[in-house]
């Protein structure tokens, strides 16, 4: 193995985590790290937490830069690759502030993009299964346009992440950056933040409480679950892809679970003794979501392994094991 060889035996990169502070951020930077790469990890820790990247803080190949990805970017060095992950996923997260979470996307992508015309370096887009609003068809192939609000509460978020889709479209075609784009749909493991109101985390939460767990509306709106190693596998693969799989690529588990399911699961999975309760439906919650992955499938020869029974099975001794740190109840 020569000095520029990694673990894995392929070049030591620098890399640049925008949202390495996150869930999928940290998982993200850990695993570039145990691959033998640099990494610089740069987050305002809005959503992302120290406790994420305390393993990795005093490692000799890994750099923290506490910086707003909104504001002017300060100089980071050379890097070969970009992840921009930067932006609260969760729904009450980035609608608590739905100016800055539009900044984040826009103003922060045109910065990360900048910096990547700047430097020659590869920059992956975290985009997302919202950029499809509440589909009218399913599953939701890359070409579907999709359906989405622009003034409703999760516009700031869902059109923020559309304006990114298209700067990357074009700092690609008018100034030759190397661009990638992945469309998330709902990932989940150890490392969410117990409190951050998705739905995984809250039912497992509530469950290992006791609590009522809170299904909105009646439950009968779909997800489809992917395992974070499934996605980090996902996005590491676009990333390393040829420079021609520049269009969006749906990443997600195309298994589709009703939301009423979910929480049946999960108090199954603990023997709970809660019990579902149902509350307001939110304004404009996509009634399904399930990905067409044969995109992903062909250009990179990757699909999800993990279900969700087994995720979950990963998934609840992380979330036990904060209640235990914390010394307190996850719910207030
Ligand atoms: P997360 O909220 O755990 O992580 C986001 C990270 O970005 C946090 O560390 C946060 O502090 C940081 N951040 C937010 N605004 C910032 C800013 N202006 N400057 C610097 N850092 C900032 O979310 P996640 O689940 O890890 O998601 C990561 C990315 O993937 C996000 O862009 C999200 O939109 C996308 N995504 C995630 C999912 C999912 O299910 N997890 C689904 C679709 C898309
Ligand atoms: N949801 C729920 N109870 C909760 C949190 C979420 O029923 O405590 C529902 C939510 O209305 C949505 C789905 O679960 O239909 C997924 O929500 P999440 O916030 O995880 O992500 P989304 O896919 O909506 O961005």
Redesign the pocket.
């Known amino acids: 193995m020569t000095e520029l060889e990694g673990r894995a035996g392929h070049r030591r990169r620098r890399v640049l985590v925008a949202g390495g502070a996150g869930f999928l951020g940290s998982h993200l930077c850990a695993r570039l790290i145990a691959d033998g790469h640099r990494v610089v990890c740069m987050d305002n820790f809005l959503t992302g937490r120290r406790s994420n990247i305390a393993r990795l803080l005093g490692h000799p190949r890994f750099t923290l830069v506490s910086h707003d990805i909104v504001r002017p970017l300060p100089d980071v060095g050379p890097v070969d690759q970009i992840y921009n992950l930067a932006c609260a ?3 009450p997260r980035y609608q608590a502030d739905p100016l800055h979470t539009f900044k984040t996307n826009v103003i922060g992508a045109l910065n990360l993009l900048e910096l990547a015309e700047r430097i020659d370096a590869r920059i992956l887009q975290s985009s997302t ?2 950029v499809y609003g509440d589909p009218e068809i399913s599953p939701q192939p890359e070409g579907y346009r999709g359906n989405v609000n622009t003034v409703g509460p999760r516009a700031c978020y869902d059109e923020g992440k559309r304006a990114v889709e298209t700067l990357f479209h074009e700092f690609r075609q008018q100034r030759g950056v190397r661009t990638r784009i992945a469309r998330i749909f ?1 990932t989940y493991g150890p490392g969410m933040s117990p409190g951050d ?4 985390s ?2 497992v939460v509530q469950a290992l409480a006791g609590a009522d767990v ?4 009646d ?1 009968s ?1 779909t ?1 489809s679950f992917c395992y974070v190693s499934d996605m980090l596998g996902g996005l590491m693969a676009l990333m390393d892809a040829p420079d021609e799989v520049c269009d969006p690529v749906n990443l997600g588990n195309p298994t589709e679970f009703t ?1 009423l399911e979910l929480a049946r699961i999960v108090i199954a999975a603990l023997t709970s003794p809660s019990r579902v309760c149902f509350v307001d ?2 304004v404009d ?2 009634k399904q ?1 399930k990905p067409d992955i044969s995109r992903a499938m062909q250009v990179l020869g990757w699909s999800p392994k993990v279900s969700l029974a087994e995720g979950l099975g990963r998934t609840i001794p992380y979330f036990a094991a904060c209640a235990r740190q914390d010394g307190q109840p996850l719910l207030a």
């Open positions: 996923a969760s729904p299964s919202e709902n109101g998705r739905v995984v809250s039912f809170t299904v909105f509306g439950g709106q997800r939301i439906l939110p919650d996509p979501r």
